[in-house]
């Protein structure tokens, strides 16, 4: 590490060159001057007092902590909360209430890093719309279907439909029978216009987004989410106000069942 100071009315330029962090000490090492690291991790720190320096090899002050170039030789800071020290390539570091604050002079590579050592220093977090753009980029999808994928074993039905309707309209649409299959602990009602399957489809932002919803539902509800959850090849069926939701486009999977069940 090398660290060239000079006072010019309480004012020092500090020049950084390489530093490296491990756990909760701050080591410097010995590299060419101005040499500038990028640095993956940005650490609080607070600087309190320099160990393994000589005491003739030492100079410290209240405003800042002075010390020369050494070869092959290791520094080791400690966190405190008397002092906080804020260092960047080629900076300014200027004396204040709450601290040393740091102030660019200029740029000594085209990777120039503002170090600031705090208490209150937060991380960088990457934003939603950073996040989207590499987790939804076409390459990345590409990379992901390629990927082996885990088989999901669906356990069988617990209540087969066994009806079969005699007669199937060209949408899909078949009459109820005079009764469901006996010992099925839940009931579906269809509607009172069209005698419709209460199934539905809810497609969201911008029709990207298909939601599958099964209404007008009574009895065991437990029971009818285990079993639709199967018919929808093991997804999980989520339990609103007055209705059942899985994601994805199920619907003529649910309706096939149902009539199947009788409803």
């Known amino acids: 590490m090398s660290l060239c100071s000079k ?25 060419a001057k101005y040499q500038v690291h990028y640095l993956t991790r940005l650490s609080q720190w607070q600087i309190a007092n320099v160990s393994r320096l000589l005491p003739s090899e030492l100079e410290f002050k209240d405003e800042a902590i002075l010390f020369p170039t050494r070869e092959s030789e290791e520094f080791h800071f400690e966190p405190h909360p008397s002092r906080l020290l804020a260092l960047s390539p ?24 503002r170090v600031i050592a705090s208490a209150n220093v937060v991380e960088r977090v990457a934003s939603n719309r950073q996040i989207r753009r590499k987790t939804r980029h076409p390459a990345n999808l590409r990379a992901l279907q390629r990927q082996p994928q885990e088989e999901v074993v669906v356990p069988p039905l617990k209540f087969e439909p066994t009806y079969v309707p005699e007669k199937v309209s060209f949408n899909g649409w078949s009459p109820a029978p005079e009764a469901p299959l006996p010992g099925l602990p839940f009931h579906v009602k269809r509607t009172a216009v069209g005698l419709q399957l209460p ?23 437990q029971e009818l989410r285990d079993e639709m959850s199967k018919v929808c090849q093991g997804k ?20 096939k069942w149902l009539v199947g069940l009788g409803f």
């Open 236 to 255: 999980e069926v989520i339990v609103r106000p007055g209705r059942l939701e899985v994601v994805g486009d199920h619907a003529s999977d649910i309706r």
């Open 199 to 221: 199934v539905y489809r809810d497609f969201r932002n911008g029709r990207t987004r298909v939601l599958t919803i099964l209404r007008r539902y009574k009895g065991d509800e």
């Open 7 to 31: 006072s010019r009315n309480g004012v020092w330029e500090v020049v950084l060159a390489t530093w490296l962090v491990k756990g909760d000490t701050m080591l410097f090492t010995q590299e």
């Open 90 to 113: 080629g900076a300014s570091i200027t004396h204040q209430s709450s601290g040393y604050h740091c102030q660019e002079l200029r740029s000594l590579s085209m990777f120039q890093r």
